[in-house]
Each structure stands twice: as structure tokens, then as C-alpha cells.
């Protein structure tokens, strides 16, 4: 099986895809978009990608390719993050004066940098193995990474020490294929739409359609469709596969009140 996460070598993504598949072959993209084209391209079997953390929310990049690229999810996997200082050898944090990652891990360590660096600049980079890339090339004690341990083994750093925080920090991630899976029983339906019209009552009507049926939403939220100012699609985790007789009865029902509806797919509910 390959494998497409989001690259270089020693992301989350990546940590995630060998607790779920092994020692299936991985190939490295470097964006989140890269991996999903490459599903739809067939360049992979499965792209593993971050889809929402517990601290810091949804991962806009995932939702677009889910709302507009011909991908299906066929799996989530529940990874626990844990990051770490690394720097180059004689680094220290009272050298450091630049930190690298990635947006969501900057976000998520906000609290431990404003305390332990409180003048340190933060720079975004497109994961976390390209923050420590970085940091290697530059060379200088001034800068340091954040990420997972493995990254300091991978680009011969030193791991200063780890970010700890009050709250635990789960990352979901979800398994895009050009398939979904079939029904275990115990499973759940991820489904985006947006409405033709924007008047009241209308989401209100849609959602109705799960809570006549019992059936239990266990995450909705908005995004910008991008299209128009104003325009928001909806994002639905529900209980469920799409093939159960009262699921599929309960998305008829939105799809006649919508002006778009997409099953992302139905997959082995994991939390």
C-alpha cells in the first residue's frame, strides 16, 4: 500500500500513517492539497492528513480539499501529540530567538512559548519536519523548532525539551482514498452541503432531518465556500453509514433541501 502524508520526513502526519499502516511504503507531499491530488491522481492508495486538533480546532486546508476535490474518507485515526524544543548543538533557550512549525503547533504551544520564549519571534512553516529541516540548514543557535522528538534523530538536532502543557493534545486524522468503507456497525458519515438560499429557519430544517430520525450529529460547523462573501458550507460528522435504511433516508431529505450535498464518506468510527 502507499501512503501519501505531509512531508518531509518526520511529521505528525507521518506518525500517525505508521500507527496505522505499518510498515506500508509512505510518499511525502508538501502540502495537505498535495496529498489529497494525489489520491484523486492515484498516485496513492491513502493520504493521511490532519483534519482538527483538540486545542486548536478544524484544519481549513482539509476541509477545502474535502469540499472541492473527488476525494472519500475512509478512516480517521486519533494520534496523541506531543511536541518538542529541538535546536541545533550549543542551542539553549536563552539563545533562541526565532521559532519554526507549523501554524497548528505554534497555536497549540502558545501558552508554554509566551511563558518560556516571551521574545522569541514565531515563524510558520508548511509542517513540522520542514520547521527542523530549516533549523539544521540555518545551523545557528538563535533558532529552534517545535515537534515530535523523532524529528531531532532525523536532522541531527538536540531535543532542548518538551513542551508541556495542563491539557492533553489529541490530533484526528483522517484516511482520504477514492472510496470510503463499508459498514462495521459501529461507523460514522462525514457530509458537507450549503444551502440555495439564506433565510431563517433553513439550517434549522436540514438538521431536522437527523434529530426526527435519533440520529446523533457528533460535529457541525461553517466554512467560507470562498465563492461569494456571506456563503458558508456546512460540515456534518454523524452516527451512522451512509447505507443504513434511516441514514439514507435522512440524507434524502437534506439533499431536497440543499443546493449541493456531498458524502465524504462513512468509515469505522474511532472516538
Known amino acids: 500500500m502507499r501512503v501519501g502524508v505531509l512531508g518531509p520526513r518526520g511529521t505528525y502526519a507521518e506518525l500517525a500513517a505508521r500507527q496505522e499502516y505499518g510498515s506500508a511504503e509512505l510518499i511525502y507531499f508538501p502540502t495537505i492539497t498535495d496529498v489529497a491530488l494525489a489520491v484523486v491522481d492515484g498516485k496513492v492508495d491513502v493520504g493521511v492528513v490532519p483534519v482538527e486538533s483538540l486545542r486548536n480546532g478544524s484544519v481549513g486546508e482539509t476541509l477545502d480539499a474535502l469540499a472541492w476535490m473527488d476525494v472519500k474518507v475512509r478512516g480517521e ?3 496523541r501529540v506531543k511536541h518538542y524544543l529541538l535546536g541545533n548543538r550549543g542551542c539553549t533557550t536563552k539563545s533562541i530567538r526565532r521559532v519554526l512549525s ?4 505554534l497555536a497549540q504551544c502558545r501558552e508554554y512559548l509566551r511563558k518560556r520564549l516571551p521574545e522569541a519571534e514565531l515563524v510558520e512553516t508548511a509542517s513540522t519536519a520542514k520547521a527542523a529541516e530549516d533549523v539544521r540548514r540555518i545551523g545557528t543557535v538563535e533558532v529552534a523548532a517545535v515537534g515530535p522528538r523523532e524529528l531531532a534523530k532525523i536532522y541531527g538536532l538536540r531535543v532542548l525539551e518538551e513542551v508541556r502543557g495542563a491539557e492533553p493534545n489529541l490530533t484526528r486524522f483522517l484516511c482520504l482514498s477514492r472510496g470510503d468503507s463499508k459498514k ?5 458519515t462525514s457530509i ?4 440555495a438560499t439564506d433565510r431563517p429557519g433553513i439550517l434549522h430544517e436540514i438538521l431536522g432531518e437527523f434529530a426526527s430520525r435519533k440520529i446523533n450529529l457528533t ?3 461553517s466554512r467560507p465556500s470562498k465563492k461569494a462573501l456571506g456563503d458558508y458550507l456546512f460540515f456534518v460528522d454523524l452516527e451512522g453509514h ?11 431529505g437534506v439533499r431536497e ?9 462513512s468509515y469505522p468510527k474511532r472516538f
Do not use: N, S
Open 242 to 252: 451512509r447505507t443504513d435504511p434511516v441514514v439514507r433516508e435522512a440524507l434524502e
Open 219 to 221: 460535529k457541525i460547523e
Open 257 to 265: 433541501k440543499t443546493a449541493m450535498l456531498k458524502i465524504l464518506g
Open 102 to 105: 507549523h501554524p497548528q503547533a
Open 184 to 188: 462495521t456497525g459501529r461507523d460514522k
Open 77 to 79: 485515526i486519533v494520534y
Open 192 to 195: 458537507v452541503f450549503y444551502t
